[in-house]
Structures are given as C-alpha cells and as structure tokens.
DNA sequence: CTTGCGCACAAGCCCCACGTGGACGTGGG
C-alpha cells in the first residue's frame, strides 16, 4: 500500500528532526511508534474514518489527523514546516553508525554540518576532533563507516545473512573452551532483512575466543574489542564460498557488523533472550518484570530492591531465573515464546498451547509449487519427487508456469495436456509419494487467469500467481487478486506482491481485501520460501491468521537446491504464528485432497 | 503525541557496554 509507505517514511522523518531539534523524547518515540504501526498494518489507512484510525493502537487525534491531511492534501504541513528547519542531508548523517541526535545537532550548530560532504570535510581537516567526546577511536570508527557506507547500516536478505552466522558459529564452537554459541538477533527472530549478526558464547578461555572471532577469515575491520563484547565488519563474499580470506584492500565489497557476546553460563537464556529482542518485545518482558517485583536484564531475572543504582548481579544478588529461555518466561508466567514471534505484536497474549501449536521444520510435509524441465525447472517429475520424498513429504504438486510467462517457458494448451499425461504416469509408477498435476497460472493484470476454466478443470493443483504488471495502482491489483481467488478451480494464491526483496516493491494491494476474499473463498495464501521473496510478508501472514485464512508454504521449486529454502519460509509463518492446522502443507494427505477436491464441488 | 483514567491531567521505556573524559552519548536488543 503506497499509502501506508508514504505516511510511514514521512512520520519517521518527522520522529528523526523532532529528535534533532532536542523536543519532547515522548512526542518523538509516538511518531516513531506510529511510523511502525502503520507499517504493519494491512488496511489501506486512506480508506479509514478518523475513529477506525483512532481505534489503532499507537494513533490518536493528532496522528488521525495527520492520515487524512496527507489523504486530502498529499502533504503533512507539520513534515514540511519540519522540513524548512533541518537540512535534509542531516537526515542522512544521523543515519550514519556512531552517531546520534546529540552529536550530530552539536556537528550542527558548532561545526555547520549539514551533509554527509561536510562530515567529511571537518574530519579531513581536524575540526571534528575538537567537538567534545570525539576521541581517536570514534573518529576512526565514524570513517571507516563512511568508508563501507555503500553497505554499512544497510540490511542484507536473511538468506544471504544466515549462511555467513552458521559459519561464525561454527568457527567460534571450534575453539578450545567454548561451551555454547548461537546467532541471535533479528536473524534468529527470521526477519526477512537482517541488519547486523548478533552471536552469543560461553567460553572458559575468553581471550581466546575474542581472538579467533576478530582475526577469523573476512574480517576487514574491529570496530570494538572488550572484555565480554567485540564488534568487526565482514566482507560479504563470505557467504560465496570465499571463505579462505586473502583480501585486499582494494577488494572491499559489501560488509556487514558481526557482534560477539561472551556471558557466563548461569545467564546464558537471560543473555540469548535480551540479544534476540526484539527490543520493543524485551521493553514489554522488563515492564512487565517491575510489575511482578523483578527487574530484568542480560544475566538475569533479580528480585527487584530499588535501594541503589548498581545492577544486582554485581552485587551478588541470585537471580531468580536465567540459565534457560523457559525459566525466565516461566517465571514470568507466560508461555516461551517461540523467537520469531517476538515483536510485540500481542504475543504476550498467547497460551501455552497456542505458542505450542505454530507450525515448525518438521510439520511441512508437502510441496504444492514446483517446476519441472517443462517450463523453466531443472528437474525432470521423477527428481522433483524423488527429492521431496527425501525430505519426508507425502505429496508433491507439479505445477509448471503457464503459457503467458513464456520467458519461464509456460507451457501451451496442449504441451500442458501432454504434461498431464506424464505426471499421472509417473505418479502410477512412484511408490511412496502422491505426485499432483498443477499449473502456476498466471494472473493476467485484470484478474483473468492464463487457462480457460475446461484446461482448469483437469488439474489437481491450481497456484494463481501475479508475475507481469507489478507496478499497478493497489487498488486495480486489489481487485485483480480477488478476481483471480473468485475463480472455483484457484487453490493458492501463489506469492501474492510479486515483491523482490531489495530490488522489487511489488503489489500494493488493500492486503485486508484480500485477505478476506481468501478466508472467504477458502484459497490458501502462499508464502513463497524463496529468501529473495518471503511473500506473503510476516505482518500479512499474521493478518490472515487472525482472520482464520489458510497458509501455503511453498519452496517454488526449480532446483534441488531449492527444498532448503523452507527453513525460511517456516520462519516467516512462524513470526505470524501460523498455527499448524491452518498450514495446508502441515496437513495429513488424506485432508489436503479433500480440500483441493472439496474446493471445486 | 498517546494512553488511561475519568472528563483534566499525569505518565510514558528498560538496562548495560564502550569510548571519552570524568558524566554523557551511542548502540545493542
């Protein structure tokens, strides 16, 4: 929804120079908060009344207000009046790592910085270094994130991220003394971007571990190294493979910060709790510990004695819980909370059996998107099978692209029928696993599909997915979608946006329309495991559950490989707490063909 | 600026490591 982006990015601007000009830290943190509750909304917010825009959680008079100004006016006068006070490119040296609000407004008024160019320049000729607190180390560290700022501060995909965490963790586990080690951060909470690597250990050798890890291969800079927390950027190329280092310095690529923790063992599941966040979910557990009589932080939950300002573990306080996750939530009497799940959207909320219930790895045992040489896979039916029966599923849908994505190599009506043929007799010869014939169809821009109903009709599996005209207005692909789901022989919306992950914003669909056109019609909304697409996105796959539509977790398989990218899948259906018997791939075979069939009766 | 309690106003988001410089800003979740 362009709509809720535009309002979204503007009230972060405005939280952004409120903070530069020193008002209110209250009046900042709410634009901030309703900057990220009208990201995460699925409704289109130019289509509420000020009191369903009330209602919002986050939103007030003020806030209402400003929704429908932009609505009406396609401005915010309070963002442009802002905008005449802060040089722009302000906002862009506030972005860079190392500096805040203070500095920068100091860099300001003291030094009439106004841009990145002039940060630059009071660095090159030494007038930085004469504005309070700016030491050696901080200046070196503000330059060399100037220097990686191609990549510094920016979010690489979670599949990208998540290769290079299991080999820190691999590399750190190696060393002598190392007890335990685990990524944590936004990439254990499965976010689709990750920001930086957050990597947790217990080691009986600390020295030595923070020398592994700021000398281990990739490592082009460290940025800090203490006694419990060391921080280095990464060269990128890791991850492909490149693993042996020898980098010069004019090879420097795209990098990403590495943080390593050391904690002691008794504070292992406080310490993985805090550095998994997410920070407003760690803010929800600290309130909510004062108000139980405890105080909560990294090395544990304390009973709380508010006579003196030094943390309690320093004053040997026991603490009441914090060698395990379980422990701290338990004595905080709520479920564990699975980490995905961790972003205060109301996962305070959920029982022990709903947090018990959303769907995991093993659960997934069926693939309903997947392409064979026929189109544009890579594999023949018997190897698209035969690998899904590796991985323990029951069933496989072979569903090759239709004929208007000729690129992809869609397949003509009779090419399709021939196809057919072959996929039922490889599913009479396969032993073990039930192979489906299915098409990808598209959906054409007016919600039309690429197959008439009669060709429809002879598949199992239908996926209808969008894959040409992305850049349509959201209302025109609101309908388009709905049209495509009212179709009776469409089972799966196929990834819904058609987003590309840094490279494609995709549909802008009223996704609450959808959603209920789903629920409605009882079409199973996909989300594409793909890492580059993750769509359906977390904040839409939480809207539809709470609205009880099914959930497709499909791999979109053109090459063996391809099966791993379930992992990421299930996190993203895992951060919208899919519960299992929503997950139409999680379902016994008996009860997903009666569903593919009862959809048609 | 929002929320909650109650119709005008108070309270709101925590707790720690690091670097700099001696108390504070930043970044971490």
Redesign the pocket.
Request: aromatic share 4%.
């Given at each position: 929804m362009a709509f809720n982006k535009d309002l979204a990015s503007r009230l972060e601007e405005m939280a952004a120079m409120l903070e530069l000009l020193g008002e209110?830290?209250?009046?900042v943190?709410?634009?901030?908060?309703?900057a990220r509750v009208v990201r995460d909304q699925t409704r289109d917010l130019s289509t509420l009344d000020a009191d369903e825009l009330?209602a919002?959680?986050?939103?007030?008079?003020?806030?209402?207000e400003?929704v429908a100004e932009l609505r009406d006016t396609g401005e915010i006068a309070?963002h442009d009046e802002l905008l005449d006070r802060v040089p722009g490119g302000l906002l862009d040296v506030l972005e860079?790592?190392?500096?805040?609000?203070?500095?920068?407004?100091?860099m300001w008024d003291d030094l009439g910085i106004i841009d990145i160019a002039g940060l630059k320049a009071a660095i090159e000729d030494g007038s930085l270094a004469k504005?309070?607190?700016?030491?050696?180390?901080?200046?070196?560290?503000i330059r060399s994130s100037l220097a990686f700022a191609a990549s510094a501060g920016k979010r690489v995909p979670m599949g990208v991220a998540m290769p290079i965490a299991e080999r820190i963790v691999a590399h750190v586990r190696a060393v002598d003394g190392v007890t335990r080690c685990e990524y944590?951060?936004?990439l254990r909470?499965g976010k689709d971007t990750i920001?930086?690597l957050?990597v947790l250990c217990v080691a009986e050798d600390g020295e030595a571990v923070r020398e592994a890890f700021c000398t281990m291969p990739g490592v082009v800079d460290v940025i800090?190294?203490?006694?419990?927390?060391?921080?280095v950027r990464l060269k990128m190329e890791w991850d492909l493979g490149r693993w042996s280092g020898a980098l010069s310095e004019d090879d420097l690529g795209p990098t990403i910060?590495a943080?390593l923790r050391l904690v002691p063992a008794a504070s292992w599941g406080a310490a993985l709790m805090?550095?998994?966040?997410?920070?407003e979910?760690?803010?929800r557990l600290?309130?909510r510990s004062?108000k139980m009589g405890y105080?909560?932080?990294?090395?544990g939950l304390f009973p709380e004695d508010t006579t003196t300002?030094e943390?309690?573990?320093?004053r040997g306080v026991e603490a009441v819980a914090g060698e395990s996750e379980s422990e701290v939530y338990g004595k905080l009497e709520l479920a564990w909370i699975p980490a995905e799940a961790r972003e205060d959207r109301g996962e305070l909320e959920m029982t022990q059996d709903e947090a018990e219930y959303i769907v995991e790895l093993a659960d997934i045992k069926s693939e309903l998107h997947a392409h064979t040489t026929a189109s544009d896979g890579k594999m023949s039916i018997e190897e698209l099978a035969e690998a899904a029966q590796e991985r323990g599923f029951h069933t496989i849908a072979v569903t090759d692209h239709s004929r208007s994505s000729a690129i992809a190599g869609g397949l003509e009506v009779d090419r399709l029928m021939e196809h057919i043929e072959a996929v039922k007799a490889a599913d009479r010869k396969a032993k073990g696993i039930r192979i489906l014939c299915g098409s990808e169809v598209d959906i054409l821009a007016d919600g039309s599909l690429d197959y008439d109903d009669d060709v429809l009709a002879q598949l199992d599996v239908v996926v209808a997915s969008p894959h040409a005209a992305l850049k349509q207005e959201g209302e025109v692909a609101t309908k388009r979608l709905i049209r495509a789901m009212e179709n009776r022989y469409v089972h799966v919306l196929g990834h819904p946006t058609g987003r590309l992950i840094g490279r494609r914003e995709g549909l802008q669909p009223d996704m609450s329309a959808v959603i209920a056109a789903a629920v409605e019609h009882g079409v199973a909304l996909e989300i594409n495991a793909h890492w580059m697409r993750l769509d359906l996105r977390d904040s839409h796959v939480l809207a539809a559950v709470q609205a009880g539509a099914n959930i497709a977790i499909d791999c979109d398989v053109h090459h063996p490989d391809d099966y791993d990218n379930l992992r990421y899948g299930v996190l993203t259906a895992r951060r919208g707490r899919v519960p299992r018997g929503l997950c139409v791939n999680a379902w016994p075979a008996r009860k997903l063909l009666k569903w593919l069939k009862a959809r048609r009766a």
């Amino acid at each position: 929804m362009a709509f809720n982006k535009d309002l979204a990015s503007r009230l972060e601007e405005m939280a952004a120079m409120l903070e530069l000009l020193g008002e209110n830290r209250f009046r900042v943190n709410a634009h901030a908060k309703a900057a990220r509750v009208v990201r995460d909304q699925t409704r289109d917010l130019s289509t509420l009344d000020a009191d369903e825009l009330k209602a919002i959680d986050g939103i007030g008079k003020g806030m209402a207000e400003r929704v429908a100004e932009l609505r009406d006016t396609g401005e915010i006068a309070d963002h442009d009046e802002l905008l005449d006070r802060v040089p722009g490119g302000l906002l862009d040296v506030l972005e860079v790592p190392g500096l805040g609000p203070k500095t920068v407004k100091l860099m300001w008024d003291d030094l009439g910085i106004i841009d990145i160019a002039g940060l630059k320049a009071a660095i090159e000729d030494g007038s930085l270094a004469k504005l309070p607190r700016m030491g050696a180390k901080t200046i070196e560290n503000i330059r060399s994130s100037l220097a990686f700022a191609a990549s510094a501060g920016k979010r690489v995909p979670m599949g990208v991220a998540m290769p290079i965490a299991e080999r820190i963790v691999a590399h750190v586990r190696a060393v002598d003394g190392v007890t335990r080690c685990e990524y944590a951060g936004s990439l254990r909470r499965g976010k689709d971007t990750i920001g930086d690597l957050d990597v947790l250990c217990v080691a009986e050798d600390g020295e030595a571990v923070r020398e592994a890890f700021c000398t281990m291969p990739g490592v082009v800079d460290v940025i800090a190294r203490g006694d419990t927390k060391c921080s280095v950027r990464l060269k990128m190329e890791w991850d492909l493979g490149r693993w042996s280092g020898a980098l010069s310095e004019d090879d420097l690529g795209p990098t990403i910060q590495a943080d390593l923790r050391l904690v002691p063992a008794a504070s292992w599941g406080a310490a993985l709790m805090y550095f998994t966040g997410s920070k407003e979910h760690n803010v929800r557990l600290r309130e909510r510990s004062l108000k139980m009589g405890y105080t909560l932080n990294e090395y544990g939950l304390f009973p709380e004695d508010t006579t003196t300002d030094e943390p309690p573990q320093k004053r040997g306080v026991e603490a009441v819980a914090g060698e395990s996750e379980s422990e701290v939530y338990g004595k905080l009497e709520l479920a564990w909370i699975p980490a995905e799940a961790r972003e205060d959207r109301g996962e305070l909320e959920m029982t022990q059996d709903e947090a018990e219930y959303i769907v995991e790895l093993a659960d997934i045992k069926s693939e309903l998107h997947a392409h064979t040489t026929a189109s544009d896979g890579k594999m023949s039916i018997e190897e698209l099978a035969e690998a899904a029966q590796e991985r323990g599923f029951h069933t496989i849908a072979v569903t090759d692209h239709s004929r208007s994505s000729a690129i992809a190599g869609g397949l003509e009506v009779d090419r399709l029928m021939e196809h057919i043929e072959a996929v039922k007799a490889a599913d009479r010869k396969a032993k073990g696993i039930r192979i489906l014939c299915g098409s990808e169809v598209d959906i054409l821009a007016d919600g039309s599909l690429d197959y008439d109903d009669d060709v429809l009709a002879q598949l199992d599996v239908v996926v209808a997915s969008p894959h040409a005209a992305l850049k349509q207005e959201g209302e025109v692909a609101t309908k388009r979608l709905i049209r495509a789901m009212e179709n009776r022989y469409v089972h799966v919306l196929g990834h819904p946006t058609g987003r590309l992950i840094g490279r494609r914003e995709g549909l802008q669909p009223d996704m609450s329309a959808v959603i209920a056109a789903a629920v409605e019609h009882g079409v199973a909304l996909e989300i594409n495991a793909h890492w580059m697409r993750l769509d359906l996105r977390d904040s839409h796959v939480l809207a539809a559950v709470q609205a009880g539509a099914n959930i497709a977790i499909d791999c979109d398989v053109h090459h063996p490989d391809d099966y791993d990218n379930l992992r990421y899948g299930v996190l993203t259906a895992r951060r919208g707490r899919v519960p299992r018997g929503l997950c139409v791939n999680a379902w016994p075979a008996r009860k997903l063909l009666k569903w593919l069939k009862a959809r048609r009766a």
